[in-house]
């Protein structure tokens, strides 16, 4: 069946290039090189492999398994055992000895084709099994061994493939490894072929096509968008030796690929890239791209494509030739896919199984809707099992699908094979619906649903996709634990949380926690209350995926769970790290010893042994403020002096380390702690500005405070009591819970002239940080200083102007509350008073929430409250540690009690510390 399709292509295109191999520039040799063989030459291969296998008396659809990486050699040899009347078994090469030796027991294998890199894995993998080695390569590494060189040189001799029947196994693919339990999917003849004929009949592709094949061929979608479709209809197919994205990119432009089918991961980063550089050329490119964009919008759908033009640059980098890029394999993002085709890309998603031969749907290039997975192959056939409405009237049900290309079932899985094989239609798991147009659509996998104790179901992929609108979430994998005793939900949405590390450090954030939780907090407000995850855990490795790039989400959940059945949670657990010599030998340094000797002093969470990758916040448990008493304290030990733009873009113990070293010499500070901070020279013009008086901008904004504050009594009812318990001058701080944009104006729009006059803030440089924003900060003494990136500067900010006399106005919450109630307390101003001997004055508000909530727009003119509370004064004497906690602890309670009285409310975090320390 398929070998005779491919004899029919070598005879029309016999010295067509059929496979090439796209070769990485290295240190012996910087030229680029490219293998290519034509289709003669890739019979006469894998005709030479099948004479070889033949000989051996391998035969009657004896099990030839793979364990290589993709090459025109494994396809060459693919296609010999096809030809040998044989069957073959792709595996997947990131599979350990111990599990490739279960498929391989599983399968009943008699041979095994190995490439080099992958030889070790094999042996041990066959050790005592009656299973024969093969080289898929030459005889430098096993000269023992029967190699590719040798059949080759032998010839065919005379061999005479063997002409399959329709139902006769081609393949046997094992599912993807998401559950602890893969299946030997068996795929034949007659399925291949049908789905051959099944995607050529909707997607237009012939042999003057190029395609990239980057997934691995042990994958049913590469092995056919990749393997058979090509070969079939004499395209061109390219592979590459080493996957990285600059070769990748390289191959697309110079080996002129015109349909490229790929996991949505790789256009995520495409995306991702042509974002971060939009972004980077500052506001005016950003609107001349939103509004390119939407033109190209409006005319792609009048069947117009101005985005090739519009967006040049970036089909350059895809390479000018490209007709398609096809995804599969995985849930694709709705807003990446339309700013993809936006920017004049013909972006097709394709969705199938291994048991419906990688394929069974597509969406239609001339009725191409973004977001769906199209419609059924030729042939084929795809209905909706027992639809029930969900929360938006749409019938979702599982996807039952029926044709050709449906597989013959599970290679010694009777039981499997009848649980999913039934009457005709093989049920996928997977569920979905039809719109008007039988479109389909997918929802989830029916395994994968979460019910709540409600009995809502919750589709993972949808809330894992709303919530990886965090640039600062790398990736994200939502399941469903028991609540905890007291909590209202029988079942609550948790996740395993992985940091994008990269942006963090670009944008020099170090308390990566408090980044985490207020985008969570943030993105939480966005959804209904069943939909919002309500517990995490931080995770600082990937999450482990399968081979294409599926979470494995029964090892997920199942490593989830054993943590917090220990009563642990992920971010609470030592991360344990092989160290290497070189590594091992830094340590062994006397200064590193030194430093690590008052690290261990600081930490909070004990490590049985410190690692040079430790994150101080994650690993060790350090605030940022821990992390800058450390650092200074470590300074004064070493005679260092670190550069607030170094220390500020520090996160692990080495980088820590090795920044002090780096700076020694450089006098370091004669006294540790904040009082050493406060006291160093301040050179910051927009810092020495709050000392001077600025009489016509502070009346101009004391003007429009007043007109505000007429508003404000007016539309908010606004009632404000204790304004008296305030000082007329400074110094002294002024530290407000934090729930809306309104407090700061209406707050400031209160103070009587000999108090306004005085206010500075530090701080909100993402909002005050720019252009006319900051010229604008500069008239209020607003010192846009980010204490995420910047804590040492910002400190040093407060100190400078509580000195000059001036009044703080400082949130201790650092954030908006998610849902009204006061939250977690810093230490910041702690800190400030105790070492500055000022008084905090509390002030309580209650209101400014349900006028214009976090996450929000505007809402309604609610009733606003505001109370100012007798004041936290710092005791006498040099602050400890103690002294910082047990102020904060003093600040929120008097705050909390007041809001308590104005909402008539309780604090939810009555249980809870008050004090963050993480």
């Given amino acids: ?25 290295t240190a012996a040799d910087p030229t680029p090189a490219v293998e290519s063989y034509t289709y003669t030459q890739l019979r006469a291969i894998a005709e030479s492999v099948g004479a070889w296998i033949a000989s051996r008396g391998i035969s009657g659809g004896a099990r030839c398994a793979f364990l290589a990486a993709n ?65 898929i390569s030459g005889a430098a590494v096993a000269p023992e061994l029967p190699n590719l060189d040798q059949m080759i040189g032998r010839g065919s001799q005379g061999f005479q493939p063997i002409i399959a ?54 994958h049913a979608l590469a092995q056919m968008a990749n393997l058979l479709i090509p070969l079939a209809i004499g395209a061109r197919v390219v592979y590459l030796d080493s996957l990285n994205t600059s070769e990748l990119l390289r191959a697309l432009r110079e080996r002129k690929i015109t349909i490229f089918c790929c996991v949505p991961q790789f256009f995520y980063l495409i995306h991702e890239r042509v974002q971060k550089q939009v972004a980077e050329k500052g506001k005016l490119t950003q609107n001349i791209f939103k509004l390119m964009m939407g033109t190209s919008r409006v005319a792609r759908r009048f069947g117009l494509n101005p985005g090739k033009i519009f967006f040049g640059k970036v089909h350059e980098l895809l390479g000018k030739q490209m007709r398609y890029l096809i995804t599969g394999g995985s849930r694709f993002d709705l807003t990446i896919g339309r700013d993809l085709h936006a920017m004049g890309f013909n972006i097709l ?68 094979t009848a649980a999913v094989l039934r009457d005709g239609w093989f049920y996928s798991g997977d569920l979905g619906y039809k719109d008007t147009q039988g479109n389909l659509y997918i929802s989830g996998r029916a395994k ?11 589709y993972p992929e949808e809330i894992e996709a709303h919530y990886l609108k965090s640039p600062f979430i790398k990736e994200l994998c939502v399941m469903g634990l028991e609540s905890k ?135 060790l448990g350090l605030d940022s403020m821990e992390r800058v008493e450390m650092l200074v304290e470590i300074e004064q030990a070493l005679g260092a002096d670190v550069p607030d733009s170094v220390s500020g873009e520090i996160y692990s113990v080495r980088e820590l380390v090795d920044a002090v070293l780096a700076h020694r010499g450089t006098g370091g500070r004669k006294q540790i702690g904040w009082d050493a901070i406060f006291a160093e020279p301040v050179t910051n013009p927009e810092v020495l500005a709050v000392a001077n008086e600025r009489p016509i901008a502070a009346r101009f904004w004391y003007a429009i405070g007043r007109v505000a504050n007429l508003a404000s009594r007016d539309l908010f009812h606004l009632k404000i009591t204790g304004l008296e318990k ?52 500069s008239t209020m003494r607003l010192i846009p200083i980010d204490p995420d990136a910047n804590l040492v500067p910002a400190m040093q900010a407060a100190a400078f102007g509580l000195k000059a006399g001036r009044t703080l106005v400082l949130y201790p919450e650092g954030e908006r509350s998610i ?100």
């Fill in 165 to 218: 029947a329709a139902e006769d196994t081609i393949c046997i693919l094992y599912t993807s490894g998401t559950t602890s339990d893969p299946k030997g999917v068996m795929l034949t003849h007659g399925n291949l072929v049908a789905e051959m004929d099944g995607a050529l009949g909707i997607i237009d592709v012939d042999h003057r096509d190029a395609l990239l094949g980057v997934l691995p061929l042990f």
């Fill in 726 to 777: 305030l000082p007329k001058s400074g110094p002294f701080i002024i530290s407000p819970n934090h729930q809306s944009f309104l407090d700061a104006p209406v707050l400031m729009a209160n103070m009587r002239w000999s108090l306004f006059r005085n206010l500075f803030f530090v701080g909100t440089s993402e909002i005050w940080g720019d252009g006319l924003a900051r010229k604008l900060a």
């Fill in 448 to 458: 994968e649903i979460i019910v709540l104790s409600s009995g809502k179901n919750i």
């Fill in 819 to 918: 849902d009204g109630p006061p939250k977690t307390f810093k230490k910041g101003a702690a800190i400030l008073a105790a070492h500055l001997q000022v008084p905090i004055y509390p002030i309580a508000i209650e209101g400014f929430h349900e006028a214009w909530p976090r996450g929000k727009g505007f809402q309604k003119f609610a009733r606003l409250q505001v109370a100012v509370c007798d004041p936290v004064v710092p005791p006498p004497g040099p602050p400890t540690p103690e002294t910082y906690e047990r102020l904060t602890a003093e600040l929120r309670e008097k705050i909390v009690r007041e809001w308590e009285r104005m909402s008539g409310r309780k604090d939810p975090r009555a249980q809870q510390s008050p004090v963050n320390v993480g």
């Fill in 349 to 416: 998603q394709a969705y199938g199984l291994t048991e419906t031969s990688g394929g069974a749907c597509v969406t239609p290039p001339k009725h191409n809707v973004i977001g769906s997975i199209g419609k059924p192959f030729v042939g084929a056939e795809i209905e909706i099992h027992d639809p029930k409405p969900d929360e938006n009237g749409r019938p979702v049900g599982e996807l039952k699908i029926r044709g050709g290309m449906v597989m013959k079932g599970y290679y010694n899985r009777p039981d499997a």
């Fill in 485 to 619: 005793p007291g909590e209202p939900m029988g079942e609550r949405l948790h996740a395993a949380v992985v940091p994008n590390f990269d942006v963090l450090k670009e944008k020099k954030i170090v308390n990566v926690r408090e980044v985490i939780r207020f985008d969570i907090e943030s993105l939480s407000a966005q959804q209904p209350s069943t939909k919002r995850i309500l517990s995490y855990d931080i995770w600082q490795e990937d999450l482990p995926r399968t081979t294409t790039r599926k979470l494995k989400r029964f090892e997920i959940e199942k490593r989830t769970r054993e943590m917090h059945a220990r009563g642990e949670q992920q971010q609470d657990a030592p991360v344990v790290r092989e160290i290497t010599a070189e590594e091992r030998e830094w340590l062994d340094r006397p200064e590193v010893q030194q430093a690590l000797a008052i690290i261990r002093t600081h930490a909070t969470k004990a490590k049985a042994e410190l690692q040079p990758s430790d994150n101080l916040e994650l690993d």
């Fill in 1 to 25: 069946m398929f070998y005779a399709r491919f004899i029919e292509t070598v005879e029309s295109w016999p010295d067509a290039i059929a496979l090439e191999m796209q070769r990485a520039p």
């Fill in 71 to 135: 090459s025109p050699l494994w396809t060459a040899t693919y296609i010999g055992v096809v030809s040998s009347g044989n069957t073959a078994v792709p595996l997947d090469t990131a599979y350990k000895p111990e599990q490739l030796r279960k498929l391989l027991l599983d399968c009943g294998a008699v041979l095994l084709f190995v490439d080099d890199r992958n030889l070790d894995h094999a042996r041990a993998a066959i050790e005592g099994l009656k299973i024969e080695l093969a080289m």
